[in-house]
């Protein structure tokens, strides 16, 4: 079993054949990190409810929360209407940022003008 | 005038150059859209508090709303833990996505089976 054909249709990866997926808390709307999919780690994620990723990094498939529990129970996704990004609403257990934060983005805050 | 050195010497890009922004609505969490910047269009977004991209199906900087009259103010700025994806918060005058809904993401749901 692969990703469906009509999903597989209007998904439009990078030259490396990954996504980027977002990953966001379903109730609270955090955005908690971003991660890549390939096909197979779209089609696992929906088939499965668990939050599924290509790890660029070791080169594997990662079931988020396999290893330390902080799992992501999939609530809703959707793609954009470019096809190339992936938004995921999850139900995150625990820390989603592998330092212990709830998110990725709780540490490094970038000064900005105010825009108006 | 170039990006804080203290800022790009965190950044972690790809191939290209380019690091994904996701882009949230600061005040409802929606998230609105994925964009691309180079330093250069970070630093335009961190100094003038207007959301600025680079296309990358246009080859060129992109200040989003500048002909759409579709704004996007800048409220928060931060680098996730890896320094290799941007989280803008903004407020979103009108709707952000090309085809006229307000966010990216709005209509194509994919099937996904609950997690449990």
């Excluded at 999919?37 to 594997?60: N, P, Q, V």
Aim: include cysteine.
């Amino acid at each position: 079993m692969s990703l469906d054909p009509k999903i597989a249709d209007r998904l439009k990866r990078s030259g490396d054949g990954l996504v980027p997926a977002v990953v966001q808390q379903h109730d609270t709307g955090e955005v908690l990190m971003l991660a890549w999919m390939d096909d197979e780690a779209l089609h696992r994620t929906l088939t499965t409810g668990r939050a599924t990723y290509w790890s660029r990094s070791r080169g594997e498939y990662w079931v988020k929360g396999e290893t330390s529990g902080n799992v992501q129970f999939v609530r809703h996704a959707a793609l954009d209407c470019d096809g190339d990004t992936i938004l995921l609403k999850v139900d995150q257990r625990g820390p989603a940022c592998h330092t212990g934060t709830r998110t990725c983005f709780d540490d490094d805050v970038l000064p900005v003008i105010e825009g108006s």
